[in-house]
């Protein structure tokens, strides 16, 4: 059973389960949007990507971000996927993270979008 996320109960009260798809993307989020030391027990989990959204936008803070991501994924959910690219883009307050990885289980090519207001 993979729990879903955010955290519910199914109509039956019950925790609400998500098929393999949906719960490896929710994973990938929660890497993405967790800053490390927000989690009890695990410091360095996360990228931080939130505080990034502020810093002056340049090629080469693109680049740094993009491996930030990669490099937590891949040490968070390595067994899970493999990550094949990732593309960043931040404007504003906003910012939109592109994940391009395969599902080591199924062999399955995904592509997920995540977006967040910081």
């Known amino acids: 059973m993979h729990i879903a996320f955010p955290y519910r109960l199914d109509g039956r009260g019950r925790t609400a389960d998500a098929d393999l798809d949906t719960h490896v993307r929710h994973l990938i989020e929660q890497v993405l949007f967790t800053a490390p030391g ?3 027990n695990r410091p360095t989990f996360g990228t931080g990507l ?7 936008n340049s090629s080469e803070l693109a680049t740094a ?3 930030l991501v ?3 994924l891949q040490q968070w959910l390595g067994d899970l996927i493999q990550v094949e690219a990732v593309e ?11 994940v391009r ?3 080591r289980r ?3 090519r995904q ?3 995540f977006s967040r207001e910081l």
């Open 38 to 40: 927000e989690r009890v």
């Open 50 to 56: 939130g505080q990034l959204v502020f810093a002056p």
């Open 65 to 67: 971000t993009q491996f």
């Open 70 to 72: 990669q490099g937590a």
């Open 88 to 98: 960043t883009h931040s404007e504003e307050a906003s910012l939109q993270v592109t």
């Open 101 to 103: 990885y395969m599902v």
């Open 106 to 108: 199924t062999q399955q």
């Open 111 to 113: 592509t997920a979008q």
